[in-house]
């Protein structure tokens, strides 16, 4: 099969795997679903099969391991540079999250000024993109703080949109460890999303809390979500 072909056939499951969600909000690190009741749920973030991922890797040609100059920036702050994270709920307690719902899945981008940028697992007409700043707290150890904007969207019987309404601001804070080598980082965090008028919408009327982990993509790494 041609690179045509590969591209082709991976965007082809692509479009298959996405369906329409009636009275939905998303935004970065969430995807809340209202019910006839009124209460807002949580639906897990999109992943792709390893199958199309596979194709989409091999739609790219052939990797090779590249030679590349050391950056003086990630020497200055090792956290610098772009990773595959995962967000998992842990310790809500009875009326939250169950252990292990996962929350995110996406790609972080850590940069050296102290900024941080997050392309969300979530629909990209929802504002899948959001940012945050951090500051280093230890040898190894980061502190991030994290803004959202969180919409909801009304889709007709077409999976047209209708209505755009913003539902109100989220804040994720997560503390995380970098590994030694660098190449990965584990921590927890917390995830609050409100109204418009600050009031805690989520399910339980509490924060998520859970654990975040990120692996470091390189220029060599291939597609892996």
Same mark, same amino acid.
């Given at each position: 099969?041609?690179?045509?072909?590969?591209?082709?056939?991976?965007?082809?499951?692509?479009?298959?795997?996405?369906?329409?969600?009636?009275?939905?909000?998303?935004?970065?690190?969430?995807?809340l679903a209202k019910a006839?009741?009124?209460?807002?749920?949580?639906?897990?973030?999109?992943?792709?099969?390893?199958?199309?991922?596979?194709?989409?890797?091999?739609?790219?040609?052939?990797?090779?391991?590249?030679?590349?100059?050391?950056?003086?920036?990630?020497?200055?702050?090792?956290?610098?540079?772009?990773?595959?994270?995962?967000?998992?709920a842990e310790g809500n307690?009875?009326?939250?999250?169950?252990?292990?719902?996962?929350?995110?899945?996406a790609y972080v981008a850590?940069?050296?000024?102290?900024?941080?940028?997050?392309?969300?697992?979530?629909?990209?007409?929802?504002?899948?993109?959001?940012?945050?700043?951090?500051?280093?707290?230890?040898?190894?150890?980061?502190?991030?703080?994290?803004?959202?904007? @969180?919409? +909801?969207?009304? =889709?007709?019987?077409?999976?047209?949109?209708?209505?755009?309404? #913003?539902? %109100?601001?989220?804040? *994720?804070?997560?503390?995380?460890?970098?590994?030694?080598?660098?190449?990965?980082? @584990?921590? +927890?965090?917390? =995830?609050?999303?409100?109204?418009?008028?600050?009031?805690?919408? #989520?399910? %339980?009327?509490?924060? *998520?809390?859970?654990?975040?982990?990120?692996?470091?993509?390189?220029?060599?790494?291939?597609? +892996?979500?």
């Open positions: 099969m041609n690179t045509r072909l590969y591209v082709s056939a991976a965007m082809a499951l692509v479009g298959l795997s996405t369906v329409a969600v009636t009275h939905k909000a998303d935004a970065c690190g969430l995807a006839a009741n009124g209460q807002w749920t949580i639906a897990p973030p999109a992943k792709m099969s390893a199958s199309v991922a596979r194709m989409m890797f091999l739609a790219a040609g052939p990797h090779s391991t590249t030679k590349t100059i050391p950056n003086p920036l990630q020497s200055m702050e090792p956290i610098a540079g772009l990773y595959e994270i995962t967000m998992s307690g009875p009326t939250g999250l169950p252990d292990g719902t996962p929350v995110e899945h850590w940069h050296a000024d102290g900024g941080e940028i997050m392309n969300s697992g979530r629909p990209a007409a929802a504002a899948d993109f959001c940012m945050g700043t951090w500051a280093r707290t230890g040898a190894r150890t980061y502190t991030l703080n994290h803004f959202a904007l @969180t919409w +909801t969207q009304s =889709l007709d019987a077409n999976g047209v949109d209708i209505d755009n309404t #913003l539902v %109100g601001p989220a804040s *994720i804070q997560e503390t995380v460890t970098l590994s030694k080598d660098g190449s990965s980082y @584990t921590g +927890t965090f917390v =995830l609050i999303q409100y109204d418009t008028h600050y009031n805690i919408i #989520l399910p %339980g009327g509490i924060p *998520i809390k859970g654990t975040v982990a990120g692996t470091r993509m390189t220029i060599d790494s291939p597609v +892996t979500y």
